[in-house]
C-alpha cells in the first residue's frame, strides 16, 4: 500500500499518533505478504510513507513533471527537485545523495505538516520562530515556511498563556450629544452638573480587597448610596465597568497632570490643611491655563484658547471664542492618535483569559463569553463572562481570546 489516503490520514492532528498508525498499517500489510519486517523498521518508514501520501495529493502535476524531465515553474526550478530511491521529491542542487542537504518538500497548508510544526514546536520546548524553522529545514523543505510557521506559533494555545497579546478595541467615537453635555456642564460650572462618571472603586483597593465579599457588599450598598443622592439632586450616575480605569481616560489623564505639579511643589514637605488646599486651587488654574490648541506663530496673535476661556474671561457666546472655538479645536477632534486598525469583535461562546492584577497570565483564570455589550458604533467594549468561580463583567481590554481554530 504506498499511499495510505483511504484510511483518511488527514482527521489525525497528531503526528507522532499518525506515525503509530501508519506503522500498524505497514506491519500488517507486511504480514499480509508474508514479508515480515520489525517494528523499527515499520517506525522508520512510516515517516516516509505519509510524506508521499502529501506530496501525492498536493503535488501531483510537479510529481508528473518531474517524472517526464519538463520544466518546472520558477520557483520549483530553484529547488532542482529530484525523485529518490524512496518515492519523495526532495530539494536538489549540487548534492544528490540523501542526506539533511536534501531536504523533502512539503505543501504550506496541508494539515498534516501543519500537524508536524506543532510536534516539532512542543518537542522543543515551545521553541521560537528561528529555532523551530532551523530544525525543520534539516529535513524537511516547507514552502513559505516561515509564515506558515509564525501562524501556527500564534495558534498555541501554551505560548499565548505565557505571553498574552491583546487587541482592544476601537475607542468610542465622540457623539454630538456627549459634547454637548461637557460643555452644557462647563458652562454651569458653579450649578449641579446632569451627570457625574466614575468607575466602581475597584482600583483603589488592592487585588485581595477584589476577592473580598464583605468589601464587594460594602462597596454596592455606598453605590446604592449615592444612586439615592444623585436621583435626589436630579444628578446621572454612569459607571465603567469593574477594574476598566482606561474607560475613564480623559479624567485619569488629568489626575496625573496634577500629581506632576503637586510632586514637584510639595517635595518632602508636609503642607497643612489650608496649604493643601491652596496648593490644589493653585494646580487647577494652572491646568486651566494650558493652551489646548497649537501655539501660533503671528506675533499679533499671543494668546492661545485655553480652558480657562470656559470658565473667566469673556462672555462665552463672544463671536471671537466661537469662531476660534470653532476653526481651532473641534477640527482636532476628528482624528484619532490610537486604535487606527479596527479588530474583530469578541462573540458569545468565545474561550477567554481574564486579565488579573497581580498574577502571572500562566494562571488567569479561563472563562467562556455569555453575553456582549456593544456600544451604538457596534464595536463590543464590555462582555459578560463565566468561570468556575462565577460570572463576570469585564472590559475588552482585559479579556484575551485563546487562539483557537473554530
Same mark, same amino acid.
Given at each position: 500500500?504506498?499511499?495510505?489516503? @483511504?484510511y483518511?490520514l488527514?482527521?489525525?492532528?497528531?503526528?507522532?499518533?499518525?506515525?503509530?498508525?501508519?506503522?500498524?498499517i505497514l506491519?500488517?500489510?507486511?504480514? $499480509?505478504?508474508? =514479508?515480515?519486517?520489525?517494528? *523499527?523498521?515499520?517506525?522508520?518508514?512510516?515517516?516516509?510513507?505519509?510524506?508521499r501520501? $502529501?506530496?501525492?495529493?498536493?503535488?501531483?502535476?510537479?510529481?508528473?513533471?518531474?517524472?517526464?524531465?519538463?520544466?518546472l515553474?520558477?520557483?520549483?526550478?530553484? &529547488?532542482?527537485p529530484?525523485?529518490?530511491?524512496?518515492? &519523495?521529491?526532495?530539494?536538489?542542487g549540487r548534492?544528490?545523495?540523501?542526506?539533511?542537504?536534501?531536504?523533502?518538500?512539503?505543501? !504550506?497548508?496541508?494539515p498534516?505538516v501543519?500537524?508536524?510544526?506543532?510536534?516539532?514546536?512542543?518537542?522543543?520546548?515551545?521553541?521560537?520562530?528561528?529555532l523551530?524553522?532551523?530544525?525543520?529545514?534539516? *529535513?524537511?523543505?516547507?514552502?513559505? #515556511?516561515?509564515?506558515?510557521?509564525?501562524s501556527?506559533?500564534?495558534?498555541?494555545?501554551?505560548?499565548?498563556? #505565557?505571553?498574552?497579546i491583546?487587541?482592544?478595541?476601537?475607542?468610542?467615537?465622540?457623539p454630538?450629544?456627549?459634547?454637548?453635555d461637557?460643555?452644557?456642564?462647563?458652562?454651569?460650572?458653579?450649578?449641579?452638573?446632569?451627570?457625574?462618571?466614575s468607575?466602581?472603586g475597584?482600583?483603589?483597593?488592592g487585588?485581595?480587597? /477584589?476577592?473580598n465579599?464583605?468589601?464587594?457588599t460594602?462597596?454596592?450598598?455606598? !453605590?446604592?448610596q449615592? %444612586?439615592?443622592? @444623585?436621583?435626589a439632586?436630579?444628578?446621572?450616575?454612569?459607571?465603567?465597568?469593574?477594574?476598566?480605569?482606561? +474607560?475613564g481616560?480623559l479624567? =485619569?489623564?488629568?489626575?496625573?497632570?496634577? !500629581?506632576?505639579? /503637586?510632586?514637584?511643589? $510639595?517635595g518632602?514637605q508636609?503642607?497643612?490643611?489650608? +496649604?493643601?488646599?491652596?496648593?490644589?486651587?493653585?494646580?487647577?488654574?494652572? /491646568?486651566?491655563?494650558?493652551?489646548?490648541?497649537?501655539?501660533s506663530?503671528?506675533?499679533?496673535?499671543?494668546? @492661545?484658547l485655553?480652558?480657562g476661556?470656559?470658565?473667566?474671561?469673556?462672555? &462665552?457666546?463672544?463671536?471671537?471664542?466661537?469662531?476660534?472655538?470653532?476653526? =481651532?479645536? /473641534?477640527?482636532q477632534? *476628528?482624528?484619532?492618535?490610537?486604535?487606527?486598525?479596527?479588530?474583530?469583535?469578541?462573540?458569545?461562546?468565545?474561550?477567554?483569559?481574564?486579565? =488579573?492584577?497581580?498574577?502571572?497570565?500562566?494562571?488567569?483564570?479561563?472563562? *467562556?463569553?455569555?453575553?456582549?455589550?456593544?456600544?451604538?458604533?457596534?464595536?463590543?467594549?464590555? %462582555?459578560?463572562?463565566?468561570?468556575?468561580?462565577?460570572?463576570?463583567?469585564?472590559?475588552?481590554?482585559?479579556?484575551?481570546? &485563546?487562539?483557537?481554530e473554530?
Amino acid at each position: 500500500m504506498s499511499t495510505p489516503g @483511504a484510511y483518511s490520514l488527514d482527521s489525525i492532528s497528531s503526528w507522532p499518533r499518525l506515525l503509530r498508525v501508519v506503522a500498524i498499517i505497514l506491519a500488517w500489510r507486511s504480514r $499480509i505478504r508474508s =514479508e515480515p519486517h520489525s517494528v *523499527r523498521y515499520c517506525v522508520r518508514h512510516a515517516e516516509v510513507a505519509v510524506c508521499r501520501y $502529501i506530496q501525492q495529493s498536493r503535488f501531483a502535476p510537479q510529481l508528473t513533471q518531474i517524472q517526464a524531465g519538463k520544466p518546472l515553474s520558477k520557483p520549483w526550478a530553484r &529547488l532542482s527537485p529530484f525523485i529518490s530511491d524512496d518515492g &519523495l521529491i526532495r530539494a536538489g542542487g549540487r548534492l544528490r545523495p540523501h542526506s539533511p542537504s536534501c531536504p523533502i518538500l512539503l505543501p !504550506k497548508d496541508h494539515p498534516l505538516v501543519l500537524a508536524l510544526i506543532d510536534y516539532i514546536h512542543v518537542f522543543l520546548g515551545h521553541a521560537g520562530l528561528l529555532l523551530l524553522q532551523s530544525n525543520l529545514s534539516r *529535513r524537511f523543505w516547507i514552502f513559505s #515556511a516561515r509564515r506558515v510557521i509564525k501562524s501556527r506559533l500564534h495558534k498555541c494555545v501554551t505560548c499565548f498563556r #505565557a505571553k498574552p497579546i491583546n487587541k482592544p478595541p476601537l475607542l468610542g467615537d465622540l457623539p454630538p450629544s456627549t459634547f454637548l453635555d461637557a460643555l452644557g456642564r462647563f458652562v454651569h460650572r458653579r450649578s449641579a452638573p446632569a451627570h457625574l462618571y466614575s468607575d466602581c472603586g475597584t482600583n483603589f483597593v488592592g487585588a485581595a480587597a /477584589l476577592l473580598n465579599s464583605q468589601w464587594q457588599t460594602l462597596l454596592k450598598a455606598s !453605590k446604592d448610596q449615592l %444612586v439615592s443622592f @444623585a436621583n435626589a439632586h436630579h444628578i446621572s450616575f454612569k459607571f465603567n465597568a469593574p477594574a476598566s480605569p482606561h +474607560q475613564g481616560g480623559l479624567w =485619569e489623564r488629568a489626575v496625573r497632570s496634577a !500629581k506632576h505639579h /503637586l510632586r514637584r511643589v $510639595i517635595g518632602t514637605q508636609t503642607p497643612t490643611t489650608n +496649604q493643601l488646599a491652596y496648593l490644589f486651587s493653585f494646580v487647577e488654574a494652572v /491646568l486651566n491655563s494650558r493652551p489646548i490648541t497649537p501655539l501660533s506663530s503671528d506675533p499679533n496673535d499671543l494668546s @492661545a484658547l485655553t480652558p480657562g476661556h470656559f470658565l473667566v474671561g469673556r462672555p &462665552l457666546i463672544a463671536p471671537p471664542f466661537w469662531l476660534r472655538w470653532h476653526a =481651532e479645536y /473641534l477640527p482636532q477632534l *476628528r482624528e484619532r492618535s490610537k486604535w487606527l486598525r479596527p479588530t474583530p469583535n469578541l462573540q458569545p461562546g468565545d474561550l477567554v483569559l481574564l486579565e =488579573e492584577a497581580n498574577t502571572p497570565p500562566l494562571i488567569w483564570p479561563m472563562g *467562556r463569553i455569555l453575553k456582549t455589550h456593544p456600544g451604538r458604533d457596534g464595536v463590543v467594549r464590555r %462582555v459578560l463572562v463565566q468561570t468556575s468561580s462565577g460570572n463576570y463583567l469585564r472590559p475588552a481590554v482585559k479579556i484575551y481570546r &485563546l487562539p483557537l481554530e473554530p
